[in-house]
């Protein structure tokens, strides 16, 4: 039946205000929300309101969740009912169905689903009850609940009427142990199931404060020592202002727990002002009574209970019994809970203990492959603090001293200007890294602000534990590690093991690349140091092609010299004959000076005079000629180019090479747009998803624009040009990129294809080759870890194909 709002009715039956408060808040909106605090007040709702759906704890006092569902849908047969409950009980939810619920939600309550749960439960869903045999005994368990009822309802009549024969106080005494014997019996079952030491506590000091009425309840438990009993969980502003303070007792001395936890008996102060072993507790100074109830656990004493009252001489002997009742269930409840807690952290631990060893074990997996050193102690940082969840990760390294750890790399931005700022740590000073490199052993800070020998970084102020693990390599530390959390007491002894496996794995692979680093070193020196030999080896033919290249240049230089002067001379004469008002010109008394200068500069000229006096207009046409002039300085500027040219050939690949990830497709279109090629010459066929490769991008575009070049030259007497420029990843070496520069140009014959990679010599003849540009490019690949190859057929055009090593991950 719906309101006259529209909106379906959903009533909630539940003891505990949050649940109620939060319930209201995910359905208020949607639907008209109804309340009960007790399962009385809900079945007397649930006949007046007629509710669309009903939420019912199972767990309350007085009456059962189980048993409101029974209730409820006897009178509401049709009414969706749904249990609402934090039971982790094996089989609580086919006693719920069992009861007349038709469907299950657990606590705690899961905001993103509980709205589409209800409207699921609205809309007809029905969970089915499969074993009937759970309705079986659950009738059963309610007959006997009735039964049970029945005869303490029995009993209690028959001793009504002995204590009303005998006296109203008997009568009195017995229907409050009833009521303590029920209070204790709720208490029992609010707390069994509670397996949370610190909730647990709370509640039962809570439960049993409502339950009995009492002033004040505290619950002390006996610490390690076994010395004190330890304030645990209290009632109220008292008991909160005692746990903030410490409060404790000595056991066995002079007060009610104290007593209580020695004799593990239970004891009765009827007027607190006259008991000689009550604490006086100035936070509790209403108290005129109070009992301590041992709490006994597997035979052993493990704390005590305290209830204390504003009345005098509120507790009898008869309490004690049904009180320690209570105190006994609350010991094994509190015994249980210890267990649990110490099962779930050895169950974490064990937990946490393979996390890191498969941590470890990914971290060695990761950086063992890793042969650049700068590239490995980053990646390394970055890799640790990923697995492990670590705040912070820093790689020291000894350096040539010996004295110092210096950092090499740091995780974020505290370590990017640690590293920056060239941080170091004295080996066997007064630091966590210090200390694990002299002693070669592990250090863990379990609280920073305490540890002596921590280093506080202004740079890293959240680090509230550390651990500095030392990189062995044969019995010597040749660096360490710190890993750093903003949790305290993070690392244990027992992380050692793990982290330690680790960090040897870091070490061993610190001087794989050290090696590496050095090798290479001594591999560039070398390359350099034969590529300097080959030159001086070169020499000869060098000098002898610079030679052929130079010889031209003088001849060409003394011919334009002569014509020079030649014209210079004929323009003077002509001058002189010319009006005055013409010599006096700018342009006129240039010449003449001119003329003058070539006289300063050692030229004869009145020789010059003597050839040109008496000479023909063809005559001087055949001996002077500006295209002349223009053809020398074309053969000088020729020869010149070609000269420098060499030098980029001889010296390129001996230059110190800056390796960075570079993309070969990227290259080619950069080299191909700066060489200004024609569009309708040049194809691309690049294969997509390309690794990159390492090199040099100066030398690489170098590479590139000579075969390219050579390339368009060899087309240049061709019918048809076509340039083709393909990049795939290698099928025979998958881990190679090839870039293949191909032409539809003569070709190369067969017998100079092995010569083509010979300094000095050249297929170009007339055309200005110097025969350096292939061997320069053969190197620059080499030095890469590469190979260039080729083929060719006359004719037809030539492939020569770049392979080099791609740069995976």
Known sequence: MNSSSGKKKILCIDDTPDVRRLVRRLLGEAYDFYEATDGLKGIEQAAALHPDLILVDLHMPHLTGYEVATRIKTLLPHTPIIALTADITAHVRERALASGCDGYISKPIDPDEFETQITEFLGGKQEVLEDDSYRQ??????????????????????????????????????????RLLEAGATVGRSITSILDLDVLLNATVDVICNEFGFYYAGV????????????????????????????????????????????????????????????????????????????????????????????????????????????????IAIHNARLYHENQNLLQEAERRARLLEAAA???????????????????????????????????????????????????EAGTAMVARQHKLKIGGHSMVGAAMSTCK?????????????????????????????????????????????????????????LQAMADHLAVAINNAQLLQDLEAVHSELVRTKTY??????????????????????????????????????????????????????????????????????????????????????????LLSIESIFEDLAIIRGSARAILNIKEDLIGPARKRELLPLSLTELLRETVASMGLPKEVVGFDFA?????????????????????????????????????????RSEEQPHFVVAHVTDSGCGIPPDQIDKIWMAFYTTKAGRGGTGLGLPACAQIVGQAGGKITIQSEMGVGTTFSVHLPAVEG
């Open 137 to 178: 005994a659950y009738q059963q368990t309610l007959v006997a609940r009735l039964e049970e009822k029945v005869r303490e309802l029995t009993d209690a009549l028959k001793r009504n009427e002995e204590l009303i024969q005998q006296n109203q106080k008997l009568l009195e005494r017995s229907e409050r142990r009833a």
């Open 220 to 331: 002390f438990l006996i610490d390690e020592t076994r010395e004190w009993a330890v304030l645990r969980a209290g009632r109220g502003e008292a008991g909160a202002a005692m746990l903030a303070q410490g409060h404790k007792l000595k056991v066995d001395g002079h007060s009610m727990i104290g007593t209580a936890t020695a004799q593990r008996k239970a004891l009765i102060a009827l007027d607190v002002g006259d008991e000689p072993v009550h604490f006086k507790n100035p936070l509790l100074p209403n108290t005129r009574s109070e009992m301590a109830l041992p709490l006994v656990a597997a035979n052993q004493a493990i704390g005590a209970l305290t209830v204390q009252s504003r009345q005098p001489a509120a507790f009898n002997e008869e309490d004690i019994k049904a009180l320690q009742t209570m105190a006994d269930q609350l010991a």
């Open 362 to 412: 990914q971290v060695g997996r990761d950086i063992t492959s890793i042969l650049k050193l700068d590239e490995l102690l980053h990646k390394t940082v970055e890799i640790i603090c990923a697995a492990y969840n670590f705040y912070y990760a820093g790689i020291f390294l000894v350096d040539e001293t010996g004295e110092w750890a210096v950092l090499r790399a740091g995780y974020g």
């Open 442 to 498: 592990a250090r863990i800070a379990l609280d920073v602000g305490e540890e002596p020998v921590h280093f506080k970084n202004p740079l890293l102020p959240y680090t509230r534990s550390e651990m500095a693990l030392p990189l062995m390599l044969q019995e010597h530390a040749i660096g360490a590690l710190t890993v750093q959390s903003v949790q305290p007491a993070a690392f244990s002894e027992e992380d050692v093991t793990s």
């Open 533 to 622: 030999e080959a030159i001086a080896t070169a020499t000869g033919e060098a000098i002898h092609w610079v030679g052929n290249k130079a010889a031209p240049i003088p001849g060409s230089v003394e011919r334009i010299t002569e014509d020079m002067s030649r014209y210079l001379y004929m323009a003077a004469t002509a001058l002189k004959a010319a009006p005055d008002d013409v010599q006096a010109q700018t342009f006129a008394q240039m010449l003449l000076v001119a003329v003058e200068e070539l006289a300063e500069q050692g030229l004869n000229v009145e020789i010059i005079e003597a050839e040109l006096e008496g000479q023909t207009f063809q005559r001087l046409q055949r």
């Open 688 to 728: 997509p998803d390309v690794p990159e490769v390492l090199g040099d991008h100066a030398q690489f575009n170098n590479v590139f624009s000579n075969l390219i070049k050579n390339a368009m030259e060899a087309m240049e007497d061709m019918p048809t040009q076509r340039l083709t420029l393909r990049v795939h």
